[in-house]
């Protein structure tokens, strides 16, 4: 699909300058960019299932999965996920929503457990449907992901 290479590609371009703003507060932080396969497309099912109850809707990730992150490690552990999934119960094969959030968690020492915060980075999910023209789902997308980014980038400034 081509939203998932979208945003592939917008996240890609983010990730030099966001390595240069943690470099400023950690020496070797790692910045780079993660997407789901038929082995890990069932990540983050939990914080995608809990968003999208916070958001009033019903996540399907049985019609269709997807997600990507930008991923940050330094002192902390942040993910800015993008999960592209069926809205509603009831099979819809034609709709399908994107609604992002951040995660953020502690780096624990000796493999334990730490827990993880969700903090929402958009004022709405991006919705659309598969027979919606590629260049009209596009200039939609990048309207919705410029603002997300600016929303992302100051509630990452916020929790640094």
């Not at 081509?2 to 300058?17: D, G, H, M, R, Y």
């Not at 929503?97 to 780096?107: E, G, H, T, V």
């Not at 990048?142 to 990452?156: D, P």
Request: proline share 3%; charged share 25%.
């Amino acid at each position: 699909m081509a939203i998932e290479s979208e945003l592939k590609s917008q996240l890609n371009k983010l990730v030099p300058e966001i390595k240069v703003i943690f470099e400023q507060i950690h020496s070797s932080p790692t910045v780079y960019i993660d997407e789901s396969d038929e082995c890990t497309d069932h990540y983050h099912r939990y914080q995608i299932i809990n968003n999208a109850k916070r958001w009033e809707y019903y996540a399907n990730t049985d019609t269709y999965r997807f997600w990507i992150e930008l991923r940050m490690d330094w002192t902390l552990s942040a993910r800015l996920v993008f999960s592209i999934h069926g809205i509603g119960k009831y099979i819809n094969l034609e709709a399908l929503a994107c609604y992002p959030f951040l995660a953020l968690k502690d780096i624990v020492p000796d493999g334990e457990e730490a827990a993880i915060s969700i903090i929402s980075v958009a004022d709405d999910g991006f919705i659309f449907f598969k027979n919606e023209q590629p260049e009209q789902i596009k200039i939609r997308l990048l309207e919705w992901l410029n603002q997300v980014l600016s929303t992302f980038l100051i509630k990452l400034s916020r929790n640094l």
